[in-house]
């Protein structure tokens, strides 16, 4: 026999005997359980919110018309000027007006002569017939004439009024504080001739209104807190109200709530409301669209960290480990996000351990090596 067929040999003899090693232990070994994170829920305080989106509106917003006729004879703003109440803006020509107002202002003295003389005659004519010097039919004269002269004059007196009030709205002021827009006429246009004339519309934007809705089950709510603690829906105005822009974050405009409607509008299961909100600075304008919120007073809740929670076709859910280390799927009701947690309004025990890490790994009906841990409290 040659080396190489020894060699050979020994080979295929090893190998038989490693491959008959092998057979022996070839038994299945079931892998350990996987290892997850769980963490019973942050029981803490909540201040919970109504959120609803809304609009800007301003509290005052008025078109500045001509109630006379004239022409323009002089404005006295630059558009988009901020200006205070009373400010002069637009002058029609005034002079025909003061001309009316003088020429009733001599029909009222002219009426007031007339009186003068009728009373005098009513007077004369009363004392004859109180001598039986003169007749009846004087006295009742001399009294239709003291009657007619005085109704003169009151007439002549409305109609100097009334002068004076058409020179008054030669001038247009600002009615309250607002911004004015652009004007509409120019100088020497003939204006108020047909009808009035809209010659530029004022913006109040200090205070400002942001008007929005609550759905009809929001309010079914709403009015059950308050009939637990024994209040009407009066206690609901001045509640704060918190506003923020789309380009801002958080909500940091501040205001109360200042109007909540009587009904529900069927068309749209909404109820109507309104918080008013200072604008000193103007960083609110009319028309925007905004984020609104109102906080309630603080109740307890529960909290999980948000990565816990999964959705399926049939909602939220959280996966539990029960007492025997198996995983299993609850349904819950979620509520506000805290922070990186999430209240849970229904479906969660203080005591149940919720799935908080290795969530991939925890399959529902499956057992696992549970690590238990201590969820940190929402800031």
């Known amino acids: 026999m040659t080396r190489n067929c020894f060699a050979r040999i020994t080979l295929m003899l090893a190998l038989c005997a490693g491959a008959a090693a ?48 004239g022409f323009v004879q002089a404005i006295s703003y630059k558009d988009g000027d901020y200006v205070k109440k009373g400010t002069s803006l637009f002058t029609i020509e005034p002079e025909p007006y003061k001309l009316k107002v003088e020429s009733a202002k001599s029909a009222v003295v002219s009426a007031q002569a007339t009186l003068t003389q009728a009373q005098a005659e009513y007077d004369r004519q009363a004392a004859l017939v109180a001598k039986q010097v003169s007749t009846q039919a004087n006295y009742d004269k001399a009294l239709a004439q003291r009657d007619s002269a005085q109704a003169d004059l009151q007439s002549a007196q409305a109609n100097e009024r009334q002068a004076e009030i058409n020179l008054s709205y030669t001038d247009v002021t600002a009615p309250f504080d607002g911004v004015v827009t652009a004007r509409q006429v120019s100088i020497g246009q003939l204006v108020g001739a047909s009808s009035p004339t809209t010659l ?3 913006v109040q934007l200090d205070p400002i209104w942001v008007n929005f809705t609550a759905s009809e089950r929001d309010v079914l709510q709403v009015r059950a807190t308050l009939a637990g603690r024994g209040e009407t829906t009066a206690a609901l105005i001045g509640l704060p109200v918190e506003v923020g822009l789309q380009n801002e974050s958080g909500y940091p405009h501040q205001g109360k709530l200042d109007y909540a409607a009587p009904n529900v509008d069927p068309s749209t299961g909404t109820l109507a409301a309104r918080a008013s909100l200072d604008n000193g600075n103007r960083s609110l304008l009319p028309g925007y669209f905004v984020r609104v919120r109102i906080p309630a007073k603080p109740q307890p809740a529960l909290l999980v960290p948000d990565v816990a929670l999964g959705t399926d076709q049939a909602g939220r859910y959280v996966l539990v480990v029960n007492k025997d280390n198996v995983v299993e799927q609850r349904k819950v009701e979620p509520g506000q996000l805290v922070g990186e947690l999430r209240v849970i309004d229904k479906g969660l025990a203080k005591d149940d351990r919720v799935v908080v890490g290795g ?17 940190a409290a929402a800031k």
């Open 359 to 375: 969530i991939m790994r925890a399959i529902p009906g499956q057992k696992v090596d549970a690590e238990e841990r201590t969820a």
């Open 200 to 202: 530029a519309t004022i």
């Open 22 to 69: 092998c057979g022996k232990n070839n038994q299945y070994a079931a892998p350990p359980p996987p290892k997850v994170t769980v963490a019973a829920p942050v029981e803490q305080n909540v201040t919970r919110y109504f959120e609803a989106t809304g609009n800007t509106a301003a509290v005052n917003s008025v078109d500045l018309v001509a109630r006379v006729q």
